[in-house]
T-cell receptor, first 116, second 111 residues
């Protein structure tokens, strides 16, 4: 079945530690996204990528880093510079038509990150 | 003004009634609009996409778009308890080439 796989489902971060969240898709989508969702809040865009080896900062990129070495994979690293990382992290993907990512996004099941 | 605005709710609707969820957006040239359903603790799932003015129906769901008023809505007919969730409105912002999500409306269907 085609879909988006995020791992792990739950993750705990110690003080000063970097952690990496995995996102893999087999939908053959060009674009991939990372969002952060805090309790009772909407989705805030962290980073997005429309093509391999290229990505752009979203609205809240500080304290996060990404890579896009393969079309299928878009890992997110939460660095120690992110002082309030506790949140629900969602990875999404979509097709790209022309130069626009105006097609619906499909989401993985998410990763819950907490501070130890 | 937020780019995509939704009433946070909760919106309480009796079972079997029509639930009406509303969303307004600020970018006048937006072309693509989406409704997602998110159950508590789960990820959003796409319910409807709508791209042109008017109504689009899919089963019990109808999306309505009025670009002149910068307004998109979602109607849920014959509401069921399983429809209780948060509904996110999302709009493609052409100038930024990205989708903007509203904060969501929490819907509760009471038996």
């Amino acid at each position: 079945d085609g879909g988006i796989t995020q791992s792990p489902k739950y993750l705990f971060r110690k003080e000063g530690q970097n952690v990496t969240l995995s996102c893999e898709q087999n939908l053959n989508h060009d674009a991939m996204y990372w969002y952060r969702q805090d309790p009772g809040q909407g989705l805030r865009l962290i980073y997005y990528s429309q093509i391999v080896n290229d990505f752009q900062k979203g609205d809240i990129a500080e304290g996060y880093s990404v890579s896009r070495e393969k079309k299928e994979s878009f890992p997110l690293t939460v660095t120690s510079a992110q002082k309030n990382p506790t949140a629900f992290y969602l990875c999404a993907s979509s097709i790209v038509v022309g130069s626009y990512s105006n097609q619906p996004q499909h989401f993985g099941d998410g990763t819950r990150l907490s501070i130890l | 003004q937020k780019e995509v605005e939704q009433n946070s709710g909760p919106l309480s609707v009796p079972e079997g009634a029509i639930a009406s969820l509303n969303c307004t957006y600020s970018d006048r040239v937006s072309q693509s609009f989406f409704w997602y359903r998110q159950y508590s603790g789960k990820s959003p799932e796409l319910i409807m996409s709508i791209y042109s003015n008017g109504d689009k129906e899919d089963g019990r769901f109808t999306a309505q778009l009025n670009k002149a008023s910068q307004y998109v809505s979602l109607l849920i007919r014959d509401s069921q308890p399983s429809d209780s969730a948060t509904y996110l409105c999302a709009v493609f912002k052409s100038s930024a080439s990205k989708i903007i999500f509203g904060s969501g409306t929490r819907l509760s269907i009471r038996p």
